[in-house]
């Protein structure tokens, strides 16, 4: 079955996205809680003037495809995917504070595209932690945190309200109950490492984001995290890692290729034909 | 007047002695201000005024050595009409020995030409020479008319008959009082609120600008210390990139004065208030203007610095760091943080080859410190890497301490590393391994005199 697109997205290059017109012609509405990116062409390339731009290929996993001004975005721990959120803006110009992370991998974020000259380390803000962070979001359009203790209601709404005035972007690694986005890493797997020979090369990783509002909706995204070039990256259907165990990603069904990037569809709603964007997936291949 | 200390003389040049000279002159100079250092341990000033001042040269001299004895530094003191005299009485004293003004000659011509050869300028040949000739006394020698002993001795025969004579090569040269830069304000009764504090700190960075710019100078660092009524001091070094201005100090002087205030908005400072306001330039430099680089260097917006700033007013100057790629074999060496406000530079060239360094992506987490780990083969034995780099088995396991055992999904290695074999006290031998385990992390691991480390994580 072969579907042309023709929906209101017309330069759609990442597979996923078509799999959604189609799904979207086929009548699953996002009161559903269809699994869906945002397409890549309705968000303009560059955030306007309340979006901080992020990577292509993270663009799917946010609302208005990038990180909105005076929201907090949490991811559940601190991984590259953290600072993979801040490159793009970094590359953009934005200044990044980074508090409470004293290990954070910095040739790993240059290699993502963040300018080491526009990052500020505060490795150990200790107890004044939430002091730093609003001093910090004074000065950086970005701040990504880790804070050292479990942030109170209050605290937190204090740091809110700062982030509103200031019209900055608090990503936390960790836990952040208000956080309008929320992204974790469901699952990895590195590629390039054999039985004693080989290095590793690139990960591929299955990222969920979901949140509050207007990101209320659990999108999932198949990601290079970091690529063999050190960047980030969308998975395509023809470049999955060989050896990828069966059943993998989880939730396709049986007899299938192993290796297909379709784990956003294993949360299908079970009135769908779960078999029919599998078949679009071949023809697409 | 001549202060002479044998001990420190005798020490010669190490720094130690140094810093006790220059404590025996700051002690002196607590006396009588006008001092010239003679040569190490000894130093000579005017003593008329100081002497009219504390009542004689004697109460002035015994007030010299009591100072001096209170650094644990025994101290002659010699007086005389000349500097060239009291240097002798200086040496002669027990520990005074003053030599009023008309009987400076007696003096001189009673003693040993050999104390000319201790002057370094006739040495020991003049010395000898005037021994031979039979002039055993500076007075024989001062006799001899000045014409006939510059056309037979020279230039340094000349020079020490005038010696002799009691007439000195030059006027004593004192070097002046060090100009005391700091500029303080004292509050009374103690400040409690906040604004009286950074409006007297704009006063007083606006005064301390003046005194450098009269000297030409410009400071980089500046040292602001407040002290509380309760007796505790707050003190901070600040430096900056470009020149500190008096806006900039006072600003600074706000950040770190807000650190004590016990709530973000109350404008009261807890600890009674500030008794005194000091700011001390710690590091002064000829006023040259400031060349900012041309291209290739990202400078912070004031705004960014002010965030930055004020976070170091909170945690101190170290916390605040910027980043400096560079090179290394080590994924830890790699990046040098240097804090906000001073130079940045790496520490390891990055343009060198660096064999030996890790390839591929990056690890998003580099521990500061290692964790020690284990890696365990099939049979839970710790696996070991031979001096000829042989394994002796596949790692199976790896338990990083803080964390579950976790299967060895895929591995490579081991990568030899031997760094620094030339110098005994940095060398270290290490083979490196990447290990994936089940959870579909990756790791960077370690072998060192047999114990495993873990010290990156890729994910």
């Known amino acids: 079955m072969i579907v042309a697109s023709s929906g209101p997205y017309s330069a759609i290059d990442a597979t996923e996205s078509k799999f959604d017109n189609e799904l979207h012609e086929g009548g699953a509405s996002e009161v559903m809680q269809m699994p869906r990116p945002y397409p890549a062409a309705s968000i303009p390339a560059s955030g306007g003037g309340g979006i901080l731009p992020v990577l292509p290929a993270l663009r799917g996993l946010l609302p208005q495809g990038g990180l909105a001004r005076g929201a907090v975005v949490a991811v559940a721990e601190f991984r590259l995917l953290c600072l993979a959120l801040a490159a793009g803006a970094s590359a953009d110009g934005a200044w990044c504070g980074i508090a409470g992370i004293p ?183 | 007047m001549v202060v002479s200390c044998p001990e420190l003389r005798a020490s010669g040049g190490s720094a130690e002695s140094a810093q006790r000279n220059e404590r025996v002159i700051s002690a002196v100079t607590g006396i009588c201000p006008n001092v010239e250092m003679v040569e190490p341990g000894v130093c000579a000033f005017g003593a008329r005024g100081p002497a009219r001042c504390f009542g004689g040269e004697t109460a002035l001299a015994a007030r010299i050595i009591a100072a001096v004895a209170d650094l644990g530094v025994q101290a002659r003191v010699g007086a005389a009409g000349g500097l060239f005299a009291a240097l002798l009485a200086a040496r002669q004293a027990d520990p005074v020995l003053l030599i009023p003004g008309d009987g400076t000659a007696g003096f001189l011509a009673a003693q040993p030409v050999s104390v000319l050869a201790d002057q370094d300028l006739a040495g020991q040949d003049l010395v000898a020479l005037l021994n031979r000739l039979g002039l055993r006394r500076l007075g024989d020698f001062a006799a001899l008319p000045a014409r006939d002993v510059a056309s037979r001795f020279g230039g340094a025969g000349e020079r020490a008959h005038r010696l002799a004579r009691g007439l000195d090569f030059r006027p004593l040269a004192p070097r002046p009082p060090p100009a005391d830069l700091a500029v303080a304000r004292e509050f009374d009764p103690p400040e409690p609120q906040a604004e009286p504090v950074v409006f007297a700190a704009k006063a007083l960075a606006e005064r301390l600008h003046a005194g450098l710019a009269a000297r030409g100078l410009a400071c980089v660092r500046v040292q602001v210390r407040a002290t509380w009524a309760d007796g505790r001091e707050s003190s901070r070094r600040w430096r900056h990139d470009g020149l500190l201005t008096a806006a900039a100090v006072t600003d600074r002087v706000r950040w770190q004065l807000d650190g004590w205030r016990p709530a973000a908005d109350s404008d009261q400072y807890a600890e009674g208030g500030v008794t005194v306001l000091r700011l001390t330039p710690d590091q002064v430099v000829h006023a040259a203007g400031q060349q900012l680089a041309l291209w290739g260097e990202t400078l912070p917006s004031d705004r960014v610095a002010r965030a930055a700033m004020r976070v170091q007013a909170l945690l101190g100057h170290e916390a605040v760091l910027r980043p400096v790629p560079g090179g290394g074999r080590n994924v830890s060496d790699q990046v040098t943080p240097i804090p906000f406000g001073e130079k940045r530079e790496p520490r390891l060239a990055a343009d060198r080859p660096w064999p030996g360094r890790v390839m591929g992506p990056a690890p998003a987490l580099v521990f500061p410190a290692a964790h020690a780990a284990e890696v365990t083969d099939g049979s839970g034995r710790v696996v070991t890497v031979s001096g000829r780099c042989e394994l002796s088995a596949a790692p199976a396991r790896l338990a990083v301490r803080g964390e579950s055992t976790q299967r060895v999904t895929g591995w490579a290695g081991p990568w030899p590393l031997s760094e620094r074999w030339w110098d005994p006290a940095a060398a270290r031998r290490r083979a490196r391994f990447q290990l994936v385990t089940e959870d579909g992390r990756a790791w960077l691991a370690v072998i060192q005199d047999g114990r495993w480390l873990v010290e990156a994580g890729y994910w």
């Open chain 1, 103 to 285: 290990g954070a991998g910095l040739l790993a974020a240059a290699g993502l595209g963040l300018d080491p000259g526009r990052i500020l380390l505060v490795p150990d803000p200790g107890p004044v932690w939430p002091q730093v962070v609003a001093s910090l979001l004074d000065g950086c359009e970005l701040v990504l945190l880790r804070p050292p203790a479990r942030a109170s209601a209050q605290v937190r709404q204090r740091l809110e309200a700062t982030l509103r005035r200031g019209r900055g972007v608090l990503l936390v690694a960790g836990d952040w109950p208000g956080a309008q986005v929320r992204l974790r890493v469901v699952t990895q797997r590195w590629t390039g490492l054999e039985d004693g020979h080989g290095r590793l090369r690139a990960c591929c990783a299955e990222v969920v984001a979901d949140g509050r509002g207007e990101a209320a909706m659990t999108r999932t995204c198949w990601l290079w995290l970091p690529a063999e070039d050190g960047g980030v990256a969308a998975v395509g259907p023809l470049d999955l890692p060989a050896g990828l165990p069966a059943g993998f990603p989880p939730g396709l069904p049986a007899g299938f290729p192993a290796g297909l990037p379709e784990g956003h569809l294993a949360d299908l709603p079970s009135g769908l034909p779960g078999t029919a964007p599998a078949l679009r997936a071949v023809s697409a291949g």
